[in-house]
């Protein structure tokens, strides 16, 4: 039984997507505050509902998808239903293995975790990390639970910040440049449907690329820069208007926002 404590957006799509790799409905329950909110899950993926007490008990891997401002809030409530034992994944970002561990009170083995939302198509980043009491097998056990929605790597826990600015924000980004991207079409007299049809086009095939080749991205931005052509000038532009330095300012201050929302 997997227990999915919290069920925002991560929670939800890590409960679609294991009912899509296989998982029977009746080897999931959620922990949900809100009555309406339980029966939406009920009848959307016909899982069972319970308490946050009643799903530590009964679950024998727990996953924790709350905010991380609720995060020792809900480790106190489940914190006398966790033997040594019971796996727990954390999802919440900020929130260190070693708090969980003191929170929890006992030798429980803990495996962080960073996911995104492209879970929901099978396409999810996630990377983990073990907690002092974790042992490879757990690991392995995070890992098959991951891996049916997308790929799974290891980290240091040391990096699991810089992760979350980097992939578990990273969709955001995505989204905003072709936001972007959108709009100048529709500034060049392109209709919104049309340019937007093709730069998420553009986006997957350059995404597809990068994976299938392997190839270090400025090899691949080279093979499209053309000597005097379209592409060097608006790579100019780019530079000009400190693009690049900006993606760095950026990914920085995610990372640094999840170090304060995990001191907090």
């Given at each position: 039984?997997?227990?999915?404590?919290?069920?925002?957006?991560?929670?939800?799509?890590?409960?679609?997507?294991?009912?899509r790799?296989?998982?029977?409905?009746?080897?999931?329950?959620?922990?949900?505050?809100?009555?309406?909110?339980?029966?939406?899950?009920?009848?959307?993926?016909?899982i069972?509902?319970?308490s946050?007490?009643?799903?530590?008990k009964?679950a024998?891997?727990?996953?924790?998808?709350?905010?991380?401002?609720?995060?020792?809030?809900?480790?106190?409530?489940?914190?006398?239903?966790?033997?040594?034992?019971?796996?727990?994944?954390?999802?919440?970002?900020?929130?260190?293995?070693?708090?969980i561990?003191?929170?929890?009170?006992?030798?429980?083995?803990?495996?962080?975790?960073?996911?995104?939302?492209?879970?929901?198509v099978?396409?999810?980043?996630?990377?983990?990390?073990?907690?002092?009491?974790?042992?490879?097998?757990?690991?392995?056990?995070?890992?098959?639970?991951?891996?049916?929605?997308?790929?799974?790597?290891?980290?240091?826990?040391?990096?699991?910040?810089?992760?979350?600015?980097?992939?578990?924000?990273?969709?955001?980004?995505?989204?905003?440049?072709?936001?972007?991207?959108?709009?100048?079409?529709?500034?060049?007299?392109?209709?919104?449907?049309?340019?937007?049809?093709?730069?998420?086009?553009?986006?997957?095939?350059?995404?597809?690329?990068?994976?299938?080749?392997?190839?270090?991205?400025?090899?691949?931005?080279?093979?499209?820069?053309?000597?005097?052509?379209?592409?060097?000038?608006?790579?100019?532009?780019?530079?000009?208007?400190?693009?690049?330095?900006?993606i760095?300012?950026?990914?920085?201050?995610?990372r640094?926002?999840?170090?304060?929302?995990?001191?907090?």
């Open positions: 039984m997997i227990g999915i404590f919290g069920a925002g957006k991560m929670g939800e799509a890590l409960i679609s997507g294991l009912l790799a296989g998982r029977a409905p009746s080897g999931v329950v959620a922990v949900v505050r809100r009555p309406e909110r339980a029966e939406q899950l009920r009848e959307a993926y016909g069972a509902t319970a946050a007490a009643e799903a530590a009964s024998d891997t727990l996953i924790i998808t709350v905010k991380p401002q609720d995060m020792l809030t809900m480790l106190d409530e489940i914190a006398p239903h966790v033997p040594a034992d019971k796996l727990v994944i954390s999802v919440a970002a900020g929130i260190t293995t070693a708090v561990e003191r929170r929890l009170g006992v030798d429980a083995p803990v495996v962080r975790v960073m996911s995104n939302t492209p879970v929901l099978d396409e999810a980043m996630s990377v983990i990390s073990p907690g002092a009491f974790a042992r490879p097998e757990h690991l392995a056990r995070a890992e098959e639970l991951l891996r049916p929605v997308g790929k799974v790597l290891r980290i240091p826990e040391s990096q699991q910040d810089a992760a979350t600015a980097l992939s578990g924000s990273g969709p955001a980004y995505v989204y905003f440049l072709v936001e972007a991207m959108v709009d100048a079409g529709i500034l060049l007299g392109m209709p919104r449907g049309t340019a937007m049809e093709m730069v998420t086009q553009a986006v997957f095939g350059a995404a597809t690329m990068l994976r299938e080749t392997g190839e270090h991205p400025v090899i691949l931005r080279e093979a499209v820069t053309s000597p005097g052509g379209t592409t060097i000038a608006a790579i100019r532009e780019l530079e000009r208007h400190g693009v690049r330095a900006a760095l300012a950026a990914i920085e201050a995610a640094d926002r999840g170090r304060e929302l995990g001191s907090a």
